[in-house]
């Protein structure tokens, strides 16, 4: 193909789809376990164990669509055929997730709603998380456009994830969660729908062949990075849905103040993060990536455990402040981790299978709500918290774990495993070596 024949992705309009799947997305990992516990009365547990069957199918589709989406062939592209029908699809079921009818509130027909919007929503969301990563590496081809587009996608991350979890609450308390739900999802996929109508498919890649579904796995089950990034990536995504889900509780009962006040602290976190990325990227220049995503992971932990005795809101901010300080170290960095997996991938296998690998390690990461399900139980079974009805006898302590103990926990699995991946030149040089004799 002609290059100057081909219509280039705008960088900017690429990286708006950030927006779009991270407005929408914070506001589910944030309040709705909260919403269908608390608001609506559905027992802790078995908002729990529904969780923990739709995190497996989670797990599953993810693979399955990014098998699909590699092998569609239409005339405007293999991924924007999905993401047009995914995201309108999302933005119905996302409004039926938050607007459950009266009729169906206060009886037992309330968790079978809540299982089916809830995993209908989740896959759809799969089809336009895969989609949208997958075009990532075959729009933007030199190393240089891909950092640029990268550090574009990062801070519209955070900025994506503050209007979800700050706008979210204070809207909720003036306008309910319906209303809430549907300016949330709608302004989410008009900033998705920019980028898919603006995003342009290279067509060799649609004329070229794909590698084999049975290879590609082959090639992912022996790749022991692969597999040490994505089981820390698993722990931190647990840690990181615990502290997003877990922030209301924490406002609420240990703090004794409305959900409103979940704002500043979300605020504090997430606002934090946007100014740090310049402190990470300078240390990732010294350091290097790897060094410095360890760095991340082990401080992200250690900034959770004050929630253990913080009282008041303002000191709560200011834990949240450097917990949003290395949140942001181990978001620009697992990116940059990740994509050396991949690197070393193609130069073995002189193969393009990014969409492949990114859902291999959704899949990985979709599993961490098996953790995130464990600890809800085990705040269940230990503090005996059932819902806004029945709290247990120590609620304040149940959400200090919640938000604190847990994550801290899990915070140092990841920080441990870290150590399994190496990327080490010499190792690089031999697999150069064996692939050219």
Known sequence: MNEKSYRKTRPLLYALGMLGTMIPGRMIDTFLVFFYNIELGIPLAKISLITLFATIWDAVNDPLFGYL???????????????????????????MLFSPHKLVQN??????????????TETLRTIIDVNYYALFPELFIEEKSRTHVNALRQAFQIVGMIIGVTLAPIMIQTYG??????????IGMFFYAIATFSSHERPEYT????????????????????????????????????????????????????????????????VSAIPAMF??????????????????????????????????????????????????GVIINIDLVFSKVIDID?????????????????????????????????IAAIFGFVDANNPGTHPDIASRFMLSFFPAVLMLVAFIISFFVDFNDSEVQDLDNETSS
């Open 107 to 120: 009886t037992t027909f309330l968790i079978i709603y809540f299982a089916f919007f809830s995993i209908l």
């Open 346 to 378: 193609s130069k073995v296998s002189n193969l393009r299978r990014e969409g492949m690998y990114f859902s291999a390690l959704q899949f990985i990461v979709h599993l961490s709500g098996l953790a995130k399900s464990l600890v809800l139980l085990l």
């Open 177 to 186: 969660y319906t209303i809430t739900a549907t300016f949330m999802v709608l």
């Open 69 to 95: 989406s590699d092998r569609t062939r239409t005339k405007i592209g293999r991924r924007k055929p999905w993401m047009i029908v995914g995201m309108s699809l999302f933005c119905l079921s996302y409004i």
């Open 279 to 328: 402190l990470w990227t300078w240390l990732i220049n010294k350091f290097g990536s790897l060094k410095t995503w360890r760095v991340s992971l082990i401080f992200l932990g250690i900034s959770l455990v004050p929630f253990l005795f913080v009282h008041t809101l303002i000191v709560s901010m200011v834990a949240g402040i450097f917990t949003g300080v290395v949140l942001a």
């Open 207 to 270: 004329e070229s062949q794909i590698p084999s579904l049975k290879e590609t796995l082959k090639a992912v089950g022996k790749n022991k990075n692969f597999w040490a990034v994505g089981f820390s990536n698993f722990f931190f995504q647990a840690s990181s849905a615990l502290l997003l889900l877990s922030i209301p509780y924490f406002v609420k009962y240990a703090l004794e103040l409305s959900e409103g006040n979940a704002a500043f602290l979300t605020a504090a976190v997430f």
